[in-house]
């Protein structure tokens, strides 16, 4: 049985268009049954709906900080729907200890730098800063930790003299595109 997909965004939702594709044209074996949005604005709402799967806005605002109400009404969105992965793509709230052992093994994530470096924020800008020769993308298996758990693969992409952080995220957002599709494909014949 092709597994079922939810993928939660913040944004503007371009991994999650590329991934959509994949499932849609069977270059992955799985089904894009939801897109969650914990904001109203992400202007990927609005791509989901193009793709005909529907997203659902569950914005964390009303919540008022209390993460566990939050996360309980993803949760139970997700049953609803059957879901059996989850890929954050550009999702802009950090879990919980206790959402994630729910889901043990069946977050990915994609991050915008080669991990381990970089976790958190302005990961290009870290990267230039620091004069590193590459910057990069990685999807890894989402746990406790920020930015952390097992990395399903990575891809460095070159930082070229007078790159800004611009010019350098818009190179690495190209390979996450790639990345991300190639790892989930693996991630659901693995999970057989
Ligand atoms: C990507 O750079 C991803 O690595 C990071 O957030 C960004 C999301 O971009 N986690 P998009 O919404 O997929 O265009």
């Known amino acids: 049985m092709p597994k079922r997909v939810a993928i939660f965004i913040s944004g503007s939702g371009s991994n999650m268009v590329k991934l959509i594709k994949a499932m849609q044209s069977g270059l992955i074996d799985a089904i894009p049954v939801i897109v969650i949005s914990n904001s109203k604005t992400a202007t990927g709402i609005q791509k989901a709906l193009e793709l005909q799967v529907t997203p659902i806005v569950i914005s964390n605002e009303p919540f008022n900080g209390d993460r566990t109400s939050f996360e309980t009404a993803i949760h139970n969105i997700l049953i609803q729907h ?7 793509a550009g999702f802009m709230r950090i ?7 729910k889901w043990n093994n069946k977050i990915l994530n994609i991050h915008p730098s080669l991990l381990p470096k970089y976790k958190g924020l302005k990961t290009h800008q870290r990267a230039l800063n620091a004069g590193d020769s590459h910057g990069g993308c990685s999807v890894h298996i989402v746990t406790s ?3 952390d758990g097992p990395i399903l693969g990575q891809k ?12 350098l995220s818009a190179r690495v957002l190209i390979e996450e595109h790639h990345l991300y599709q190639k790892v989930l494909a693996k991630f659901v014949k693995d999970c057989d």
Do not use: G, Q, Y
């Open 145 to 147: 930790e920020l930015d």
């Open 82 to 88: 059957k879901v059996d992965i989850i890929c954050l």
């Open 95 to 101: 879990l919980t200890h206790s959402f994630i052992k």
């Open 156 to 167: 460095a992409v070159a930082i070229l003299p007078n790159d800004t952080s611009k010019d």
